[in-house]
């Protein structure tokens, strides 16, 4: 059985591409096997081979799914066709779902926003200020609400309404976006819409979404009424993959805030944005130094 | 309509009739009544009349019950009778559900357990270390493997078994305890039996639980396993009143603790442990000192 | 002796006078005395005598001190005179020093800030999403480096520059936009220059700094440098008033975030932007919501 | 330059020996030495070579040190002598300190104590829920209030006072239940007697203390009195390898907990209880399963 890329079109990267032959760089290196004796033996082998020199590396093998993840940050004079020729063997052998990256590569990345701007703020300063390795490729809202903030960081904003009639074209017009963009990652930026089974499908582990609630609490609409409501002392915000089950994507992060008795449900709302955001920034930072990897309907997150 | 008083054996408390009649005394006074103006200023008169002073006071009105809330903490050398007639009248004019008791009173307490030990451990020790004002009465098991404990604490232990046959005589002899003993709280400390609707209803507001997960989240059985299934980041505790709805009593507090991918079912329960304790610990404190309001199927928690 | 008023500009607050006088209005009245009996009747007495309804009242005595600290949230249709009137009496009664607010009135605020973004831009968008209950009236930078950040939210910036010689001269300018604006409130805003001793004696407990460290551990230049040398496992930000004495005003707020062997100095740099931004919202919002009074050297916080 | 053993006792241990030789075995591998490329390939290798299976695997290379840290989970049937000789070579050649250990061995402990319990009952009742990988040998207290604990947990007790002029006998005969009871750990459970130089010196990374504040704030004695003098907003604790530098030894692990300017110094104790045996639980812990490394006067921590 042949190993599986999970992202092909880092093949063909340009950035690493361009860097001189002789300069020592850093790339990580995901995968995720089935579980078995000799595998960082061999990885650390190739790796070795090649001049590598292991600056960070974690594994994990899960008891319950039988898997084994392994994220290895390693400094390497070698090109990238030597190293993906000579993890090709390995990958093969222990029939590996791999990824190698250069680190530190900005994730082109498409943000879909609604009309609450926390997020977007949040998202776009850290990304203007070198605190997330995404490079934000586009802006998309079906409202206009957020374009002069779009604006003000010089991103192209594109306005794609969505009525229940034009649903579709709306989705296909996202897709067009995508792929002429380049993006790799997809944020729903408390974009307030429920995307596709079948665009779920196709971006698997590549949509990220932000809930404000700490599921699998209050799902669904409204959560900080709920929140109110059933009189809990704490709130959260989870960020996960979106899949086409709502709200049961693999979970990515969770984060919570402590409230009394006398928050009003728009207190609650206030304080929720300052844990979404928080929480959002968090999962993407990590997706994009790719530390999360799939383990089923879970995530192994490599901190 | 006659105001209602929310523990009617304190009128005849003992303990505080026996202080001598010249010395300050510190009382707590809760209550809550329909909003309105005029309250706080007729409690501070009744208060100020008696030559009371207030150390500590906390008001609370809510804006969607209608519901006005307080708590006071006063010094003052007026007896209880002199007190209690005074504030008769203001609770009856405002139509108040009110409470009066000797700030520091340790709350006579009965504790429901079965064979996790870390609740009776936690709560036995704060209590010989005069962090909880309760007066632990007795311990009761359905099983008899935390005797030992409730021994070195000299508690006296009561092995009530249940059997599905039995359920209802083990409440019965559960009920006789609590007359028996006075206790005026019955805290279920990992106690993993469901008490009758009409035992919850009789004893509304007196029964404090444990639940292993952070509510509404993972509801009945095997919490930890639910989260370790879904994935969370964070697994918490909830302590809250018992009612016959099963785990939807109010909430009086919750908390937290952060986990990995890493954590396994078993682990998730040890770190569980420690936020279970911490959670219940804190709400048996917080009711003891006369802190936790009931507001509908809420809490207000004059922390 | 004659009460004093904390801040008397408030005594001809326009917005207020030109509420319609037959609607009720939220007020905020916070104030602190030499502890003893009687004061909480007297205060909620002139409140009912004007048809107050309280919403919210906080008080605390602290035993250290021996003084009486309060904080009420009242609904009242009488006017700003006849309130201010009314509690002039039991103010001079009971040696009061007191202020009376609109609840809701933004404060005039002057921020202060350096080169660093984090906070400005976390501010400048909570005023704007109306999450702070502030009115930004001008940007003060010591560099040229935020201006875009100011024009993007509307407000006025004011280059100051600061080198040894200019150090009096940039002060002078500083306090003259002060009174010109009618700023209430001077946030430093990661603004790295030392006020001197006069200003901060004369804007006693109205200047709010944020110091990227948990005071009082690693004071002076390069706290998180300190941080990682120390080896800590947790760091932390602090929100003061700024007096004459270096990081040693009243505290305010602090808040923390757990790091761990692996972050290096850059990364609790990032890591910590997060944390001194949201202590230093949280100061500043508790500030202009009235509920930070001050007790010596401490502070007493009605959150 | 020969590899150091850390722990030389570990190389003839019983438990590990008395395994049947063909049933695989779960051993921990704890190493440092100068960072450079090849380590992991090496020691990966050398597990393979005997059959190794790695479950969990943690490197770090620290920038500022230069030094590299692994710790390695791993299913072996190999015996101690095999896995021993094979791993001299690769420590040999890459100047390593390391220690081999078998997973799960309870680390003989001598518990040190005064008069506070509160840490001491909750070290005892984790290691009797297992949740705690140690085997408490023995307790010492100057005096004799929490011999009622030890006895109810059947662990023996010494009676060891100390006073100004008995202290260097103290301290002997302290070090001889060391060394007669085969303790490798040694923790100050609030034991509130300073230790010779000496002593600190010959069992450097082996002896751990709880200081009740958030160093380096509050060094020395009544933290917490201090703590309500400064205002602070969150308390804390640490748990830290002791040196002869007073409060100065490197930090394995720190947490805190919020507070208001309305608790008192002994509020503050007893707040402060809970965050120090919950600090000291986790450092004993993660001490007792190797992933506590020391680097330089910091500690790398496996978590």
């Known amino acids: 059985m042949r190993a599986r890329r999970r992202r092909p079109p880092y093949a063909s990267l340009v950035t690493a591409q361009n860097l001189p032959d002789d300069r020592p ?32 590396s974690q594994q994990f093998g899960d008891p319950y799914s039988g898997r084994f993840f392994m994220r290895v940050q390693v400094e390497a004079a070698a090109s ?37 701007a926390h ?56 897709r067009e976006l995508i792929t002429g963009t380049g993006a790799e990652l997809v944020v729903l930026a408390r974009y307030m819409q429920i995307l596709s089974d079948e665009m779920c499908r196709d971006h ?21 009424r709920q929140a109110h409501d059933r009189g809990v002392k704490i709130i959260g915000a989870t960020s996960h993959y979106v899949t086409g089950d709502l709200d049961e994507g693999p979970i990515i992060e ?24 928080r929480t959002l920034a968090r999962a993407v930072r990590w997706h994009a130094e790719h530390r999360v990897l799939l383990d089923g309907h879970r995530t192994v997150v490599f901190r």
């Open 254 to 277: 969770q984060d919570v805030e402590r409230v009394d008795h006398a928050a009003t449900i728009d207190e609650l709302v206030r304080i929720g944005e300052d844990t979404e955001r």
């Open 25 to 56: 760089r850093h790339w990580i290196l995901t995968l995720s096997c089935p579980d078995g004796p000799g595998i960082v033996h061999a990885v650390a082998g190739v790796l070795a081979e090649h001049g590598g020199n292991i600056t960070e």
């Open 119 to 174: 997020c977007l703020v949040d998202l776009l300063y850290r990304e203007r200020s070198q605190h997330l390795p995404i490079d934000v490729v586009g802006v998309v809202g079906n409202h206009r609400d957020l374009e002069d903030i779009a604006e003000f960081y010089r991103k192209p904003f594109h306005h794609v309404p969505v009525t229940r009639d034009t649903k579709a074209e709306s989705e296909a017009a996202i």
């Open 80 to 116: 990238r066709e030597e190293l993906t020729t000579a993890l090709g063997g390995v990958a093969e052998r222990f029939d590996m779902t791999w990824d190698l990256d250069v680190a530190g590569r900005p994730i082109p990345t498409l943000l879909l926003v609604s009309k609450a």
């Open 204 to 224: 698997a582990g590549r949509i990220i979404n932000i809930h404000h609630s700490f599921l699998p609490s209050f799902k669904g609409a409204g959560p900080y």
